[in-house]
């Protein structure tokens, strides 16, 4: 307030000429100055923030999130710039306002250490981008596409179109499997067959059904070993290469043909079965009559 009272408009002025003609005068040029600067300046930070934003859109290149983050981050700048203008308008002194202002920041800041901690870990994802809008990821337990990267928390909708809201903080400071990293997938599958089933035949039915698929890559070279054998089955491990658009459905298609093919060929699959083994079979037969 002292800063207030000793800027031009009221050094000399007494308090009976407050009301003059010419201190009105004055002051209504400085607040229809102030007013102008204010639209000037909003007016500029919405068409810089506009500006920064389109460029992610026009180039799909770009990542949206890191251009929105920056974008955001001009507003914000502009807009200070414009307060401070503002008040000098008024000739206040900005100096002391921005050492207020600091102060005021300080005591927010410790208030607010884990929301910051949060801001921190979203400046570290937009500019790193670990992951990015639109790729399909697991996150602290969360599995689902990515749809919004703020600088408080990241947005995730799972397989049934839920949303997830996970602070970034816990998406920055934990594993994160990004399946839309690469442009290929390498797909698995666990194939049993029977004891008694013909172990190269059922081999080449099961590469030959998925390798006649137009989703299965031919480099790198599939992969097919028996790595198993369980109680009633012997398990076949196969690993394919495919775009990565494709992993999902290429999956969950070829789990069926391979079993259909299979039959097809007279390849056994197994189910679990038990022998029971009786010492005393007639006791059995009376118990039973």
């Known amino acids: 307030m002292q800063d207030l009272l000793n800027t031009d408009i009221w050094n000399g002025t007494t308090l009976g000429d407050v009301l003059t003609l010419e201190f009105l005068v004055a002051l209504l040029g400085n607040a229809v100055a102030a007013v102008l600067i204010l639209l000037v300046g909003l ?5 810089v923030r506009r500006r920064i934003k ?3 859109v026009r180039r799909a290149s770009l990542d949206p999130a890191l251009f929105g983050f920056l974008g955001d981050l001009a507003w914000y700048a502009i807009i200070a710039f414009t307060v401070l203008f503002v ?3 008024f000739g206040v002194r900005t100096t002391s306002v921005v ?10 800041g410790l208030a607010l250490q884990g929301t910051l901690s949060n801001v921190a870990a ?3 994802l937009i500019f ?9 990821v697991v996150v602290n337990g969360v599995m689902g596409s990515v749809k919004d990267i703020s600088l ?3 947005e995730i909708a799972d397989l049934q179109n839920v949303q997830y809201i996970v602070p970034n903080s816990e998406v920055w400071g934990n594993t994160i499997q990004n399946y839309s990293a690469y442009q290929q997938r390498r797909v698995q599958w666990t194939f049993g067959v029977g004891y008694g089933a013909n172990l190269a035949k059922a081999e080449r039915v099961i590469l030959d059904t998925i390798m006649a698929d137009p989703r299965a890559l031919k480099e790198p070279e599939p992969f097919i070993q028996v790595t198993t054998l369980n109680d009633s089955s012997v398990d076949f491990t196969v690993r394919v290469w495919c775009a990565n658009d494709d992993a999902w459905g290429f999956q969950t298609d070829m789990t069926r043909r391979v079993k259909e093919a299979l039959d097809g060929a007279g390849v056994p699959i197994p189910f679990p079965t038990r022998t029971l083994v009786v010492d005393n079979p007639e006791e059995l037969r009376a118990a039973a009559e």
């Open 122 to 124: 979203g400046v570290m």
């Open 87 to 89: 008040l000098n308008t």
């Open 43 to 47: 007016t500029l930070a919405r068409w």
């Open 54 to 56: 389109g460029i992610a």
């Open 152 to 154: 408080n928390y990241t």
């Open 128 to 136: 790193f981008r670990p992951i990015k809008i639109g790729d399909f």
């Open 99 to 108: 050492a207020l202002i600091g102060a005021a920041g300080l005591a927010i």
